[in-house]
Nanobody, 125 residues
Framework: QVQLVESGGGLVQPGGSLRLSCAASGTFFNTNVMAWHRQAPGKERELVAQITKGDSTTYADSVKGRFTISRDHANTTVYLQMNSLKPAAPAVYYC???????????????????WGQGTQVTVSS
């Protein structure tokens, strides 16, 4: 069974930095796009950054130049380095990985979206 485990959230002062990690565990065949989303209270979940298997990256305009998404060479872990954090309402950051598990009885090889459990990030003095 594939699971994503996140770590690295917490409380940080404005201007500070945090690094989030999201590791996939279990047995699977392949990974593809990895991404970070966030959701603040009363708001919809939004895409923060994503990275393809070829290391092509996309960022939300609000984080460009401050956040960096990366992935390890084993293609099981995705990171989000957040610098120059701005004061904001607490938000929960979720990682997403497109993973192809080994097929079961269906014998269908395809990618599925897997989500982490979420980690809260609070930027406040």
């Amino acid at each position: 069974q594939v699971q994503l485990v996140e770590s690295g959230g917490g409380l940080v002062q404005p201007g500070g930095s945090l690094r989030l990690s999201c590791a996939a565990s279990g047995t699977f065949f392949n990974t593809n796009v990895m991404a970070w989303h966030r959701q603040a209270p009363g708001k919809e979940r939004e895409l923060v950054a994503q990275i393809t298997k070829g290391d092509s990256t996309t960022y939300a305009d609000s984080v460009k130049g401050r956040f960096t998404i990366s992935r390890d060479h084993a293609n099981t872990t995705v990171y989000l380095q957040m610098n120059s954090l701005k004061p904001a309402a607490p938000a929960v950051y979720y990682c997403r990985q497109d993973i192809m598990p080994y097929p079961g009885a269906t014998r269908v090889w395809q990618f599925y979206d897997y989500w982490g459990q979420g980690t809260q990030v609070t930027v406040s003095s």
